[in-house]
């Protein structure tokens, strides 16, 4: 592995031992001196942030933007605190901060007997919903499909955190076929469906703007006819979370399969941009969604 990965790791593991220092001090340092540290040292992607924000409400003035963006950079800091101490959360600690809206939804499919696609999005603590999700289910493992990070240590090390509650990860493109033998069996799959498509294929609207994203998800509840629910997990006022769950439903949609895929990725972009419009802040703005 090279020196920058193993760099990369150390910092981190660093700044997990500091941030449990910190916490003992006062709970809200570590995102204090994280948050810091986003805004003024280390603004990760900062160009990329404020031409998203730009491209999104283009109304805004600069002075408006800047204040958003640093809202922006508060969040993912807290978020990435909150990430950090995963290793330390018992049962407790995850109720104690998240509680569901209309999980009936999802009870109801598996009461059916049909397998369950969650598709949420890099919003709030998306992580933290994942493991909330997983214990929820109890004897029915959540299936959490991941993009491998560059850094294979960071990637590990983010896994054993998803996984700690009993969830299995699937790594993105590496096992196309597990995500169908999951929801052949009845089972839950999750995926986080706001990533940015290839260049030539499926686009979208998405701010007003054409966006690319992934049919795959849409294709796969097609194929096997089998329920997709919207989930969002959405960083209440007092710092704790409530997470949503809606049933996107598409048994009445109209026209060949290529055009009811495009019909339910319409569906999931336009109920996310409505999340983010009332919650901007909280939306990972550092992915470039817009780079074609």
Same mark, same amino acid.
């Given at each position: 592995?090279?020196?920058?990965?193993?760099?990369?790791?150390?910092?981190?593991?660093?700044?997990?031992?500091?941030?449990?220092?910190?916490?003992?001090?006062?709970?809200?340092?570590?995102?204090?001196? *994280? $948050?810091? &540290?986003?805004?003024?040292?280390?603004?990760?992607?900062? %160009?990329?942030? =404020?031409?998203?924000? #730009? !491209?999104? +409400?283009?109304?805004?003035?600069?002075?408006?933007?800047?204040?958003?963006?640093?809202?922006?950079?508060?969040?993912?800091?807290?978020?990435?605190?909150?990430?950090?101490?995963?290793?330390?959360?018992?049962?407790?600690?995850?109720?104690?901060?998240?509680?569901?809206?209309?999980?009936?939804?999802?009870?109801?499919?598996?009461?059916?007997?049909?397998?369950?696609?969650?598709?949420?999005?890099?919003?709030?603590?998306?992580?933290?919903?994942?493991?909330?999700?997983?214990?929820?289910?109890?004897?029915?493992? *959540? $299936?959490? &499909?991941?993009?491998?990070?560059?850094?294979?240590?960071? %990637?590990?090390? =983010?896994?054993?955190? #998803? !996984?700690? +509650?009993?969830?299995?990860?699937?790594?993105?493109?590496?096992?196309?076929?597990?995500?169908?033998?999951?929801?052949?069996?009845?089972?839950?799959?999750?995926?986080?469906?706001?990533?940015?498509?290839?260049?030539?294929?499926?686009?979208?609207?998405?701010?007003?703007?054409?966006?690319?994203?992934?049919?795959?998800?849409?294709?796969?509840?097609?194929?096997?006819?089998?329920?997709?629910?919207?989930?969002?997990?959405?960083?209440?006022?007092?710092?704790?979370?409530?997470?949503?769950?809606?049933?996107?439903?598409?048994?009445? &949609?109209?026209?060949?399969?290529?055009?009811?895929?495009?019909?339910?990725?319409?569906?999931?972009?336009?109920?996310?941009?409505?999340?983010?419009?009332?919650?901007?802040?909280?939306?990972?703005?550092?992915?470039?969604?817009?780079?074609?």
């Amino acid at each position: 592995m090279s020196l920058q990965n193993k760099a990369e790791f150390f910092l981190l593991k660093f700044l997990s031992s500091l941030f449990g220092l910190l916490k003992k001090i006062n709970s809200n340092l570590p995102h204090k001196f *994280l $948050n810091f &540290l986003l805004n003024n040292l280390f603004p990760v992607r900062k %160009s990329v942030v =404020l031409k998203n924000l #730009r !491209t999104a +409400f283009p109304d805004m003035q600069k002075n408006q933007i800047n204040r958003l963006a640093g809202k922006v950079y508060a969040s993912a800091a807290r978020t990435l605190v909150e990430v950090i101490f995963f290793h330390k959360f018992s049962d407790k600690d995850v109720w104690e901060l998240i509680k569901f809206e209309n999980f009936n939804v999802v009870e109801n499919k598996i009461k059916e007997r049909k397998g369950v696609i969650l598709l949420t999005a890099h919003f709030g603590n998306w992580e933290l919903g994942a493991l909330a999700v997983g214990l929820k289910l109890k004897n029915i493992k *959540l $299936n959490v &499909l991941v993009k491998q990070q560059r850094n294979p240590y960071v %990637s590990a090390w =983010l896994n054993r955190m #998803r !996984t700690r +509650f009993g969830n299995s990860v699937v790594p993105l493109g590496a096992s196309v076929r597990n995500i169908y033998k999951v929801l052949q069996q009845k089972g839950v799959v999750g995926v986080v469906g706001d990533q940015r498509g290839p260049k030539g294929g499926l686009r979208v609207k998405f701010f007003n703007r054409d966006t690319a994203v992934y049919p795959g998800t849409a294709a796969i509840a097609l194929k096997l006819n089998v329920p997709i629910v919207f989930a969002i997990t959405v960083r209440n006022n007092d710092n704790k979370y409530t997470m949503y769950f809606e049933e996107l439903n598409y048994d009445k &949609l109209q026209g060949s399969q290529e055009e009811k895929i495009q019909q339910i990725n319409q569906k999931y972009m336009q109920k996310l941009e409505g999340y983010i419009k009332e919650y901007p802040e909280q939306w990972f703005w550092m992915h470039n969604i817009w780079k074609y």
